[in-house]
């Protein structure tokens, strides 16, 4: 049988790399240990099994942002490490596109 989780009562969730499938978690800043979970359902089966599913992309084209949204992350380029100039500057922009999600 599993092991419950008291999900409402977390305040601190952790997942490391090293320890795939475990998340460790807290119910108070002042506790001192993690507890931890194992998040793998069928612990008979090797982790080695495990295959994450190739998940689909939502949209095919890229939704275009707001001119004034685009041009508020020019100004912002400045605080963004060089590397990433590029991700920003070639946004998809349009004065006509709404920035509010779509009902």
Request: with cysteine; charged share 25%.
């Amino acid at each position: 049988m599993g092991q419950s989780v008291p999900y409402s009562e977390i305040v601190w969730m952790k997942f490391e790399k090293e320890d795939y499938g475990t998340m460790s978690y807290k119910t108070s800043f002042n506790q001192e240990d993690f507890e931890r979970v194992s998040l793998i359902r069928n612990r008979r089966r090797p982790l080695e099994d495990f295959a994450m599913p190739t998940l689909q992309p939502i949209r095919l084209d890229h939704k275009p942002i707001s001119t004034k949204k685009y041009q508020d992350l020019q100004k912002a380029l400045q605080w963004v490490p060089p590397i990433f100039h590029n991700f920003y500057t070639t946004l998809a922009h349009d004065g006509t596109a709404c920035d509010l999600p779509e009902d």
